[in-house]
Nanobody, 111 residues
């Protein structure tokens, strides 16, 4: 069974930056696309960013130009660099690989 562990969440002021990481427990990680999702209170979970096994990326319109997704297949890790954060980015962020989800990490953007 695949285990995914997110880290890097926290409280940041508007305009600040955070870097989220997701570590996978399997070497099969490298053959799958990986995703970051987020869920804000009272809202549906939405896809934020995706990266294919070959490194192609895709972003939600609301984060394009501010967030950057990357992966390191040798280390079985994925990251999400978040810059110019806004209060509306506040949510629990989840990584997803195949049918597996991490436990989530809270990101709060507030002054």
């Amino acid at each position: 069974q695949v285990q995914l562990l997110e880290s890097g969440g926290g409280l940041v002021q508007p305009g600040g930056s955070l870097r989220l990481s997701c570590a996978a427990s399997t070497t099969l990680f490298s053959i799958y696309a990986m995703y970051w999702y987020r869920q804000a209170p009272g809202k549906q979970r939405e896809m934020v960013a995706a990266i294919s096994s070959g490194g192609s990326t895709n972003y939600a319109g609301s984060v394009k130009g501010r967030f950057t997704i990357s992966r390191d297949n040798a280390k079985n890790t994925m990251s999400l660099q978040m810059n110019s954060l806004k209060p509306e980015d506040t949510a629990v962020y989840y990584c997803k690989v195949g049918g597996y989800w991490g436990q989530g990490t809270q990101v709060t953007v507030s002054s």
